[in-house]
Protein backbone atom coordinates (compact mmCIF):
# COMPACT_ATOMS: atom_id res chain seq x y z
CA UNK A 1 0.00 0.00 0.00
CA UNK A 2 1.30 3.28 -0.80
CA UNK A 3 2.32 5.77 1.13
CA UNK A 4 2.10 9.76 0.93
CA UNK A 5 4.34 12.69 2.98
CA UNK A 6 2.83 14.51 5.66
CA UNK A 7 3.52 18.12 6.88
CA UNK A 8 5.67 16.87 9.85
CA UNK A 9 8.04 14.18 7.78
CA UNK A 10 5.80 11.39 8.83
CA UNK A 11 4.52 8.96 6.44
CA UNK A 12 0.85 7.91 5.96
CA UNK A 13 -0.91 5.25 4.33
CA UNK A 14 -2.55 6.29 1.18
CA UNK A 15 -4.91 4.64 -1.50
CA UNK A 16 -4.97 0.46 -1.91
CA UNK A 17 -2.82 -2.41 -2.83
CA UNK A 18 -3.85 -2.06 -6.46
CA UNK A 19 -2.92 2.15 -6.67
CA UNK A 20 0.11 2.57 -8.39
CA UNK A 21 0.85 5.82 -6.74
CA UNK A 22 4.59 6.76 -6.56
CA UNK A 23 4.94 8.43 -2.73
CA UNK A 24 6.86 12.14 -3.00
CA UNK A 25 9.97 12.96 -1.99
CA UNK A 26 11.41 15.73 -0.60
CA UNK A 27 14.04 17.61 -1.06
CA UNK A 28 16.64 18.54 1.05
CA UNK A 29 17.65 22.06 -0.41
CA UNK A 30 18.31 24.71 2.15
CA UNK A 31 15.23 26.75 1.42
CA UNK A 32 14.91 31.07 2.32
CA UNK A 33 13.20 31.65 5.53
CA UNK A 34 10.04 32.92 5.62
CA UNK A 35 10.48 35.48 9.16
CA UNK A 36 8.61 38.62 8.51
CA UNK A 37 5.09 39.02 6.07
CA UNK A 38 6.38 39.49 2.74
CA UNK A 39 4.78 41.76 0.66
CA UNK A 40 3.10 41.30 -2.83
CA UNK A 41 5.51 40.51 -5.86
CA UNK A 42 5.51 43.46 -8.07
CA UNK A 43 3.40 42.80 -11.46
CA UNK A 44 2.42 44.65 -14.66
CA UNK A 45 -0.96 44.03 -17.15
CA UNK A 46 -0.19 41.50 -19.92
CA UNK A 47 -2.16 41.36 -23.17
CA UNK A 48 -4.30 37.89 -23.54
CA UNK A 49 -6.58 36.74 -25.95
CA UNK A 50 -9.54 40.01 -26.02
CA UNK A 51 -8.08 41.78 -22.98
CA UNK A 52 -5.61 41.28 -20.29
CA UNK A 53 -4.64 39.96 -16.97
CA UNK A 54 -2.46 41.08 -14.59
CA UNK A 55 0.91 39.07 -13.77
CA UNK A 56 3.15 39.04 -10.79
CA UNK A 57 6.95 37.91 -11.41
CA UNK A 58 9.56 36.47 -9.12
CA UNK A 59 12.61 36.27 -10.17
CA UNK A 60 15.11 33.41 -9.56
CA UNK A 61 17.29 33.58 -6.63
CA UNK A 62 19.48 30.86 -6.61
CA UNK A 63 20.49 28.53 -4.13
CA UNK A 64 21.09 29.67 -0.61
CA UNK A 65 23.97 27.53 0.19
CA UNK A 66 25.97 27.93 -2.60
CA UNK A 67 26.87 29.64 -5.84
CA UNK A 68 24.04 30.28 -8.32
CA UNK A 69 26.57 29.51 -11.85
CA UNK A 70 25.81 26.28 -13.00
CA UNK A 71 22.73 25.80 -10.63
CA UNK A 72 19.57 24.55 -12.00
CA UNK A 73 17.20 27.04 -12.92
CA UNK A 74 13.75 26.88 -14.85
CA UNK A 75 10.82 28.98 -15.09
CA UNK A 76 7.06 28.50 -13.25
CA UNK A 77 3.79 29.45 -13.73
CA UNK A 78 1.11 29.81 -10.72
CA UNK A 79 -2.68 29.73 -10.84
CA UNK A 80 -5.03 30.53 -8.35
CA UNK A 81 -8.21 29.13 -7.33
CA UNK A 82 -11.80 30.32 -6.83
CA UNK A 83 -11.94 33.57 -5.17
CA UNK A 84 -7.95 33.93 -5.07
CA UNK A 85 -5.08 36.34 -6.99
CA UNK A 86 -1.81 35.81 -7.80
CA UNK A 87 -1.21 37.23 -4.20
CA UNK A 88 -1.75 33.21 -2.66
CA UNK A 89 1.31 32.35 -3.91
CA UNK A 90 3.85 34.92 -2.56
CA UNK A 91 5.66 32.50 0.17
CA UNK A 92 5.54 29.99 -2.39
CA UNK A 93 7.17 31.20 -5.31
CA UNK A 94 9.56 33.25 -2.70
CA UNK A 95 10.75 29.34 -1.89
CA UNK A 96 10.90 27.96 -5.17
CA UNK A 97 13.03 30.77 -6.24
CA UNK A 98 16.07 29.21 -5.49
CA UNK A 99 15.46 27.09 -8.18
CA UNK A 100 12.10 28.45 -10.29
CA UNK A 101 11.86 32.37 -11.89
CA UNK A 102 8.12 32.52 -11.44
CA UNK A 103 5.06 34.51 -12.58
CA UNK A 104 1.36 34.33 -11.27
CA UNK A 105 -1.49 35.61 -12.77
CA UNK A 106 -4.60 36.60 -11.45
CA UNK A 107 -7.59 34.87 -13.96
CA UNK A 108 -9.90 37.47 -16.12
CA UNK A 109 -11.90 39.35 -13.45
CA UNK A 110 -9.97 38.47 -10.53
CA UNK A 111 -7.03 40.56 -8.81
CA UNK A 112 -6.26 43.22 -10.89
CA UNK A 113 -7.46 41.52 -14.03
CA UNK A 114 -9.79 42.81 -16.18
CA UNK A 115 -12.69 41.04 -16.77
CA UNK A 116 -12.88 38.72 -20.16
CA UNK A 117 -14.52 39.99 -23.21
CA UNK A 118 -18.06 40.10 -22.96
CA UNK A 119 -17.84 39.34 -19.40
CA UNK A 120 -18.68 35.20 -19.83
CA UNK A 121 -16.40 33.33 -17.42
CA UNK A 122 -15.97 30.10 -18.24
CA UNK A 123 -13.21 27.28 -17.61
CA UNK A 124 -12.23 27.22 -21.40
CA UNK A 125 -11.72 31.37 -21.43
CA UNK A 126 -9.38 30.65 -17.89
CA UNK A 127 -7.76 27.82 -19.51
CA UNK A 128 -7.42 30.19 -23.08
CA UNK A 129 -5.70 32.87 -20.57
CA UNK A 130 -3.18 30.27 -19.13
CA UNK A 131 -2.33 29.44 -22.14
CA UNK A 132 -1.37 32.68 -23.18
CA UNK A 133 0.56 33.21 -20.27
CA UNK A 134 2.89 30.15 -20.39
CA UNK A 135 3.47 31.20 -24.57
CA UNK A 136 4.21 34.46 -22.95
CA UNK A 137 6.96 33.15 -20.25
CA UNK A 138 8.23 30.92 -23.30
CA UNK A 139 9.14 33.55 -25.11
CA UNK A 140 10.69 35.44 -22.59
CA UNK A 141 14.88 35.87 -23.44
CA UNK A 142 17.35 34.31 -21.18
CA UNK A 143 17.89 31.41 -18.97
CA UNK A 144 15.04 29.15 -19.63
CA UNK A 145 13.98 31.11 -22.68
CA UNK A 146 12.05 28.60 -25.40
CA UNK A 147 11.48 25.66 -22.83
CA UNK A 148 8.94 24.89 -21.03
CA UNK A 149 7.45 25.99 -17.78
CA UNK A 150 6.62 24.20 -14.61
CA UNK A 151 2.90 24.65 -14.04
CA UNK A 152 1.08 24.95 -10.33
CA UNK A 153 -2.27 25.43 -9.61
CA UNK A 154 -4.80 25.45 -6.54
CA UNK A 155 -8.42 24.69 -6.16
CA UNK A 156 -10.53 26.22 -10.21
CA UNK A 157 -6.86 26.59 -11.08
CA UNK A 158 -5.62 23.47 -10.46
CA UNK A 159 -8.28 22.26 -12.91
CA UNK A 160 -7.50 24.68 -15.41
CA UNK A 161 -4.01 23.40 -14.94
CA UNK A 162 -4.58 20.30 -15.59
CA UNK A 163 -6.53 20.73 -18.50
CA UNK A 164 -3.98 23.32 -20.17
CA UNK A 165 -1.32 20.21 -19.62
CA UNK A 166 -3.17 18.06 -21.14
CA UNK A 167 -3.77 20.42 -24.19
CA UNK A 168 -0.88 21.84 -24.35
CA UNK A 169 1.87 19.23 -23.03
CA UNK A 170 4.36 21.38 -25.12
CA UNK A 171 4.16 24.21 -22.82
CA UNK A 172 4.33 22.19 -19.65
CA UNK A 173 7.33 21.01 -17.70
CA UNK A 174 6.14 19.48 -15.04
CA UNK A 175 2.50 20.03 -13.10
CA UNK A 176 1.52 20.69 -9.73
CA UNK A 177 -1.68 20.17 -8.39
CA UNK A 178 -2.72 21.72 -4.90
CA UNK A 179 -6.08 20.33 -4.10
CA UNK A 180 -7.73 20.58 -8.07
CA UNK A 181 -10.88 21.43 -7.91
CA UNK A 182 -11.51 18.04 -10.07
CA UNK A 183 -15.41 16.67 -11.03
CA UNK A 184 -17.96 15.54 -8.18
CA UNK A 185 -21.21 14.91 -7.96
CA UNK A 186 -21.81 15.81 -4.60
CA UNK A 187 -21.74 19.70 -3.05
CA UNK A 188 -19.21 19.41 -0.41
CA UNK A 189 -21.01 20.22 3.35
CA UNK A 190 -18.75 23.38 3.18
CA UNK A 191 -20.42 25.06 0.16
CA UNK A 192 -24.33 25.85 0.63
CA UNK A 193 -26.84 23.74 -1.46
CA UNK A 194 -28.04 26.96 -3.42
CA UNK A 195 -24.88 27.30 -5.16
CA UNK A 196 -26.40 24.42 -7.62
CA UNK A 197 -28.96 27.18 -8.55
CA UNK A 198 -26.33 28.46 -10.45
CA UNK A 199 -26.84 26.02 -12.97
CA UNK A 200 -30.10 27.88 -13.84
CA UNK A 201 -30.78 30.61 -16.27
CA UNK A 202 -30.59 33.79 -14.97
CA UNK A 203 -29.11 32.50 -11.37
CA UNK A 204 -26.13 34.21 -11.65
CA UNK A 205 -27.35 37.68 -10.91
CA UNK A 206 -29.10 36.03 -7.71
CA UNK A 207 -25.56 35.35 -6.49
CA UNK A 208 -24.16 38.41 -7.71
CA UNK A 209 -26.76 40.21 -5.30
CA UNK A 210 -25.95 38.16 -2.32
CA UNK A 211 -22.57 38.33 -2.50
CA UNK A 212 -22.58 42.27 -2.94
CA UNK A 213 -24.49 42.04 1.02
CA UNK A 214 -21.23 40.16 2.06
CA UNK A 215 -18.50 42.72 3.88
CA UNK A 216 -15.04 42.01 3.14
CA UNK A 217 -14.14 41.52 6.53
CA UNK A 218 -17.15 39.03 6.86
CA UNK A 219 -15.81 37.48 3.45
CA UNK A 220 -12.12 36.95 4.33
CA UNK A 221 -13.09 35.34 7.86
CA UNK A 222 -15.43 32.89 5.83
CA UNK A 223 -12.87 32.04 3.78
CA UNK A 224 -10.49 31.22 6.75
CA UNK A 225 -12.74 28.77 7.56
CA UNK A 226 -12.88 26.80 4.83
CA UNK A 227 -9.54 26.76 3.33
CA UNK A 228 -7.59 26.42 6.31
CA UNK A 229 -6.97 23.21 8.36
CA UNK A 230 -6.85 25.01 11.77
CA UNK A 231 -7.77 28.88 11.02
CA UNK A 232 -5.49 29.58 13.93
CA UNK A 233 -2.73 29.67 12.55
CA UNK A 234 -3.20 32.65 10.24
CA UNK A 235 -1.09 35.65 11.12
CA UNK A 236 -3.25 38.83 11.85
CA UNK A 237 -1.12 40.28 9.36
CA UNK A 238 -2.15 38.25 6.31
CA UNK A 239 -5.70 38.42 7.51
CA UNK A 240 -5.18 42.29 7.38
CA UNK A 241 -3.52 41.98 4.45
CA UNK A 242 -6.28 39.82 3.17
CA UNK A 243 -8.91 42.05 3.88
CA UNK A 244 -7.40 45.39 2.45
CA UNK A 245 -7.29 43.13 -1.02
CA UNK A 246 -11.07 42.13 -0.53
CA UNK A 247 -12.08 45.91 -0.10
CA UNK A 248 -9.72 47.01 -3.41
CA UNK A 249 -12.15 44.18 -5.29
CA UNK A 250 -15.28 44.89 -3.66
CA UNK A 251 -14.69 48.05 -5.43
CA UNK A 252 -14.41 46.88 -8.77
CA UNK A 253 -18.08 47.04 -10.31
CA UNK A 254 -17.08 43.13 -12.13
CA UNK A 255 -16.27 41.44 -9.10
CA UNK A 256 -19.17 39.26 -7.45
CA UNK A 257 -19.79 38.96 -10.87
CA UNK A 258 -16.82 37.26 -11.68
CA UNK A 259 -16.76 35.16 -8.56
CA UNK A 260 -20.59 34.08 -9.16
CA UNK A 261 -19.68 33.27 -13.04
CA UNK A 262 -16.57 31.26 -12.58
CA UNK A 263 -18.18 29.00 -10.22
CA UNK A 264 -21.19 28.59 -12.21
CA UNK A 265 -18.63 27.43 -15.43
CA UNK A 266 -16.69 25.33 -12.70
CA UNK A 267 -20.32 23.36 -12.21
CA UNK A 268 -21.12 23.04 -15.35
CA UNK A 269 -17.66 21.43 -16.50
CA UNK A 270 -18.17 18.57 -14.25
CA UNK A 271 -21.49 17.63 -16.82
CA UNK A 272 -18.95 16.79 -19.72
CA UNK A 273 -18.15 13.63 -20.65
CA UNK A 274 -16.13 11.61 -22.97
CA UNK A 275 -13.21 12.93 -23.69
CA UNK A 276 -13.42 16.45 -22.82
CA UNK A 277 -14.24 15.30 -19.17
CA UNK A 278 -11.33 16.58 -16.64
CA UNK A 279 -10.68 12.33 -15.39
CA UNK A 280 -10.26 11.70 -18.69
CA UNK A 281 -7.73 14.60 -19.31
CA UNK A 282 -5.89 13.55 -16.30
CA UNK A 283 -5.07 10.00 -17.59
CA UNK A 284 -3.62 11.62 -20.90
CA UNK A 285 -1.44 13.58 -18.93
CA UNK A 286 2.35 13.44 -20.32
CA UNK A 287 4.23 15.16 -17.79
CA UNK A 288 5.49 14.25 -14.50
CA UNK A 289 2.74 15.38 -11.98
CA UNK A 290 3.28 16.38 -8.15
CA UNK A 291 -0.74 16.15 -6.34
CA UNK A 292 -0.56 18.00 -3.19
CA UNK A 293 -3.54 17.76 -0.48
CA UNK A 294 -4.61 18.96 2.84
CA UNK A 295 -6.21 15.83 4.85
CA UNK A 296 -8.68 18.63 6.46
CA UNK A 297 -9.07 19.98 3.32
CA UNK A 298 -13.57 21.07 3.85
CA UNK A 299 -14.00 21.88 -0.26
CA UNK A 300 -12.44 19.36 -2.18
CA UNK A 301 -12.53 15.82 -0.41
CA UNK A 302 -8.54 14.29 0.30
CA UNK A 303 -10.26 11.05 -0.59
CA UNK A 304 -9.90 12.10 -4.42
CA UNK A 305 -6.42 12.61 -3.67
CA UNK A 306 -5.10 9.08 -4.04
CA UNK A 307 -7.70 8.08 -6.47
CA UNK A 308 -6.28 11.43 -8.76
CA UNK A 309 -2.56 10.05 -8.28
CA UNK A 310 -3.35 6.59 -9.68
CA UNK A 311 -5.03 8.06 -12.63
CA UNK A 312 -2.35 10.48 -13.61
CA UNK A 313 0.28 8.55 -15.64
CA UNK A 314 4.10 9.45 -13.57
CA UNK A 315 2.66 11.23 -10.64
CA UNK A 316 3.09 11.84 -6.74
CA UNK A 317 1.31 12.30 -3.90
CA UNK A 318 2.13 14.15 -0.74
CA UNK A 319 -0.93 14.32 2.16
CA UNK A 320 -0.03 16.81 4.37
CA UNK A 321 -1.66 16.33 7.80
CA UNK A 322 -3.81 19.15 9.81
CA UNK A 323 -3.82 21.25 6.56
CA UNK A 324 -6.84 22.41 4.24
CA UNK A 325 -7.65 23.45 0.86
CA UNK A 326 -4.75 25.94 0.27
CA UNK A 327 -1.22 24.24 1.22
CA UNK A 328 0.95 26.88 -0.44
CA UNK A 329 -0.40 29.34 2.03
CA UNK A 330 -1.30 27.30 5.11
CA UNK A 331 2.30 25.04 4.46
CA UNK A 332 4.39 26.54 1.88
CA UNK A 333 7.84 25.37 3.27
CA UNK A 334 6.52 21.27 3.07
CA UNK A 335 4.73 21.86 -0.17
CA UNK A 336 8.01 23.56 -1.88
CA UNK A 337 10.08 20.80 -0.62
CA UNK A 338 7.82 17.84 -2.47
CA UNK A 339 7.79 20.31 -5.56
CA UNK A 340 11.26 20.08 -5.56
CA UNK A 341 11.91 16.80 -4.88
CA UNK A 342 9.29 16.23 -7.98
CA UNK A 343 12.10 18.26 -10.20
CA UNK A 344 15.08 16.75 -8.56
CA UNK A 345 13.86 12.95 -9.03
CA UNK A 346 15.45 11.59 -12.44
CA UNK A 347 13.24 11.02 -15.29
CA UNK A 348 10.47 7.89 -14.87
CA UNK A 349 11.62 7.71 -11.85
Not at 30 to 42: A, G, I, N, Q
Not at 52 to 71: K, N, Q, S
Not at 307 to 317: E, F, G, K
Not at 328 to 335: G, H, K, Q, R
Request: charged share 20%; aromatic share 4%.
Amino acid sequence: MPESTTSDGARRRAGGPSDPVVEADESSHELPRLDVLLPPWPGQPLAVSGGEVFVRYTPWAGPVDGPGDGAPRGRALYVHGLGGASTNWTDLAALLAVRLEGWSLDLPGFGLSQPPPRGRYSIRGHVRAVVDVLEHVRSRPGPGGGEPAHLLGNSLGGLVSLLVAARRPDLVASLTLISPAMPVYRVPDAFSKALLLLLLPGATSLAERRLAGVTPEQNVRAMIRMCFGDPRRVPKERVDQAVREMRERAEQPWADRALAGSMRGLITSYLRVGRANAWRMAASLQRPTLVVWGDRDRLVDPALAPRLAAVIPDARLTLLEGIGHVAMLEAPEPTARAVLGMLDAPPGG
